[in-house]
C-alpha cells in the first residue's frame, strides 16, 4: 500500500481548476442524489468481505480467474438480491464495484438470456421459465453464432425440425460449421441456452427461430444426451470467462420450446406469419444499445489512469539544468490524452441518448407500432461500431501515453483494452454494422429524391451541398456542426451516385453495392460522426451547470468536433466547403483548446468518480502515489515468493554444466 499523501503535483492541478469536478460528475450521473445513492452501493460492495479478500485477477490462471470471477459474481447476485436492488444500472454500479475489471460467468444470463425471455417469450413462459432463472436453477445464454457463421445469420446450420406426431423439435448441427461457437458462459457455466436455429416444418425452412434448450442436468450439472459441450480455449481478453462450442445431434424438446411471443408452430406443424421483420433480432439491438455507454465508460477509465499519471510524472528538463517536466505540460501529450478524454465524454453523451432512445423505441414496440424499428436498429448498429472503433483507438493512446509502465498490467490499461476491443465484434461486427447503417441511408436517400419526408436526424440531407463553410477565426460550435452535415451529405451522396450510375450502366443493384461498399462505409461513418458532434453540442449547451463548469465542459465538446475535422481533414476540404484559411483557423483552434483544457484535465477526469478499489491502476491512483504503488505491485508478484525459483535448479543449472564441461579445452579436441 502506497503513503504518503497526496502526491504534490496532483494536489496541485486540483487546486487549480477552474470548476468544480463534482458539478460535472452530478451532470454525469444525472443528479447528486443519484451519484449518493452509486456511492452508497459502491462502498458496500468495495466494504464487502468476499470481495475485498479475493486475489487480483493478474496473478492468477485462468481457471482460477475463471473461478474467481464466478464466485465474486455469484455472491454479487445474491446481495443484489437481499439489498432489493432492481434498476440496472444501480445493479451495474455495485457488480462493478464488487468485482472490477472481471467479467461475469453469468453476465450472458443477465445481459441476454433473462431480457430475451421477458422480451420474445409468451406469458405462460414466462411464469414457467423466470422464476427459475431469477433463482439460478436455470442459467443461461444466448447461442447464436457457429463456427461457420457469426455475421450472416440467415446462413445459420442449426436445424430446429418439427415432429407433430411428438409434437417436439428436433435439433440439430448437421455439420462442423454448424457447431455453436463463441456463445459467452456455453462452456462451463450455464446449463440451458436459446438456441437461434432454422425452423422448419411441414417441409418448408420459414428461416431462424429461438428456441429454449436445457443443456446440462439441473442437479448433477452434466450434458444432456446429444448435446457436446466445451470452452473454446483462452481468448485475446475475457480469460475468466468460459466462452464455448456447441455440437447438437438429435436433441427433441417440447414445442412449448419455440419462442412464441411474436412467432408461432402450431400443434399440427402450420407457420403462423409474424406481425413484423425482424423481431428476432431485438436482443442483439438491446446490447448493441448499451455498449456505447459502456465503452465510453471503459475509455473514460484509461483517461482517468493517463492522465493522473502524466500529471505525476516527470520527465526531461525543458531548459538546461531546470526542473524535469510533468509530462502533461508536452503539448504533444495532451494532443494524445486530451482528444480521447473528449471522446469519453462524447461516447457517454451518445450512449445516454441511444438507451433512452431504445427505451422510447421498444415502448412503441410493445404496443405494436413497429415503425421505428429500421431507426432503432441503424442508429444503434451505427452507434455501437462508431463508438467502439472509436473507443478502443484512444485506450490503446491512453496505454501508449504511459510510456513503459502502461504496458504492465500495473496500469490497468491493457486489460481495459483486451476487454473493450471484442466490441469491435461482438453484436455485430464493426464493419457489417456500418454497412446496415448505409442501407438505411441509402434508402433515406432514395426516399428525399421522392420528395418523402425524412426522419429528424436525417433531415440535414435536405440541405444544399452548394454552401460553403460559415467558419471564422472565432470556430463557432454551429458552423462545427453544420461541417459535419455538410460532409454525412456529400458521402452519402457520393456513395448514392456511384451506386445509381453502376446501375445506369447495367449493373445489378447487388453488383453496384459490392463495388461500392468502401465509400458507403465512408458515408455511414460520417453520418455516426456527425450524429455524435450534434449530439455532444446539444447536451452540452442543455446541461443544467454553473457557468464554470459548461465553459471547461464546452472545451471538451469543441475539441471533440475540433480534432475530428483534423483527422478526417481531406473528407471535409474535397469539395471547397473550408477553405485553407478556414482549415487554419480550426488548427489554431485545437492548439488553443489543448491550452484551455490543460489546468481542468485532472478535474476532468477526477469528475468520472472511480474509486481506486474499482480502477485498480498503480498509475490512476487517486493520490498519486504512482511509484510506491508499481514497487509494491511488483514485490507482490508470485514471482517473488521464492528468491530463487526451482527453474534455476532444473533447467538453467544442467545447462551452465553442460555448456562448461563442452568448453573445457580437453573436451574440444
Ligand atoms: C455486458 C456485456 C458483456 C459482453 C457480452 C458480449 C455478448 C455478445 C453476444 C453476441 O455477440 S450475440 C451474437 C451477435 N451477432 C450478431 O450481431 C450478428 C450480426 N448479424 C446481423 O445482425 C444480421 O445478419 C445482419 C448483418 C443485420 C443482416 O441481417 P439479414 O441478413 O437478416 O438482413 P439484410 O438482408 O441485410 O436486411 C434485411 C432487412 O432487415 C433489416 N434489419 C436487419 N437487422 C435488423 C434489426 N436488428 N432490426 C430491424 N431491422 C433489421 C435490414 O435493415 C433490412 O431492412 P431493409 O433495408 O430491407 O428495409
Ligand atoms: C468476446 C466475444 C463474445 C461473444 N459472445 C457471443 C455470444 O454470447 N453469443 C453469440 O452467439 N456469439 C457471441 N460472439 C460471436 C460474435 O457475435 C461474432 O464473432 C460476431 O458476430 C462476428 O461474426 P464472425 O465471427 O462470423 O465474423 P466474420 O463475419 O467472419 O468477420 C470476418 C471479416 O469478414 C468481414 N465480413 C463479414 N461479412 C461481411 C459482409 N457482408 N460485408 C463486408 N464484410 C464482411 C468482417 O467485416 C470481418 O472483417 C462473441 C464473440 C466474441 C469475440
Known sequence: MATGGVNADLAKERERATFDSEQLTNFLYRGPEKVRRKRYLQNLAIQDPVFKKAPLWAFLNREQQYATALKKHLHAYRRIQELGITEPV????????????????????????????????????????????????????????????????????????????????????????????????LGKTTNHCLVMAQLITKGKNHGIHMFMLQTRDMETHQPLPGIELGDIGPKFGFFDNDNGYMILKDVRIPRENMFMRYYKVLEDGTYVTPPGDRLNYLSMVL???AITSMIGQHLSQAC???????????????????????????????????????????????????????????AQIEKGDLGTMPQLHALSAGL??????????????????????????ASGIPKIYVDATPGCTYEGENTVMMLQVARFLMKMYTNLQKGQELPSFVQYM?????????????????????????????????????????????????EAWNKNTVPLTWAALAFCHMFVVKNFFEMVEDAKMDGQTKAAFMALCKLYAVNGVITHLGEFIQDGYLNNQQVQYIQKSLLDLLAEIRPNAVALVDAFDYPDAILQSCLGRYDGQVYQALYDFAKSSPLNEKEVLDSFFDYVKPVQQELEAMNQPMARL
Open 90 to 185: 444501480e445493479k451495474f454500479y455495485y457488480r462493478e464495484a464488487a468485482a472490477p475489471h472481471e467479467n461475469s460467468p453469468i453476465g450472458l444470463h443477465e445481459s441476454m438470456f433473462i431480457p430475451t425471455i421477458e422480451k420474445q417469450a409468451t406469458e405462460e413462459q414466462k411464469r414457467k421459465w423466470l422464476p427459475l432463472c431469477h433463482s439460478l436453477k436455470m442459467i443461461g445464454t444466448y447461442a447464436q453464432t457457429e463456427l461457420g457463421h457469426g455475421t450472416f445469420i440467415r446462413g445459420l446450420e442449426t436445424t430446429a425440425t418439427y415432429d407433430p406426431v411428438a409434437k417436439e423439435f428436433i435439433l440439430s448441427t448437421p455439420k462442423l460449421t454448424a457447431m455453436k461457437y463463441w456463445p459467452g458462459n
Open 287 to 289: 446490447l448493441r444499445s
Open 304 to 362: 482517468i489512469i493517463a492522465i493522473r499519471y502524466s500529471a505525476v510524472r516527470r520527465q526531461t528538463e525543458i531548459s538546461p539544468g531546470g526542473e524535469e517536466a510533468q509530462v502533461l505540460d508536452y503539448q504533444t501529450q495532451q494532443y494524445k490524452l486530451f482528444p480521447a478524454l473528449a471522446t469519453s465524454y462524447a461516447m457517454l453523451m451518445a450512449g445516454r441518448f441511444m438507451y433512452d432512445f431504445y427505451l422510447k423505441t421498444t
Open 384 to 409: 455501437k461500431a462508431f463508438s467502439t472503433w472509436e473507443c478502443t483507438a484512444a485506450i490503446e493512446v491512453c496505454r501508449m501515453s504511459c510510456g513503459g509502465h502502461g504496458y504492465s498490467h
Open 462 to 510: 435536405t440541405k444544399s451541398l452548394d454552401t460553403k463553410s460559415c467558419m471564422k477565426e472565432e470556430v463557432a460550435p454551429k458552423c462545427l456542426v453544420m461541417a459535419y452535415e455538410h460532409r454525412a451529405s456529400r458521402l452519402i451522396k457520393a456513395a448514392a451516385d456511384a451506386i445509381q450510375a453502376m446501375v445506369m450502366s447495367g449493373s445489378s443493384p447487388q
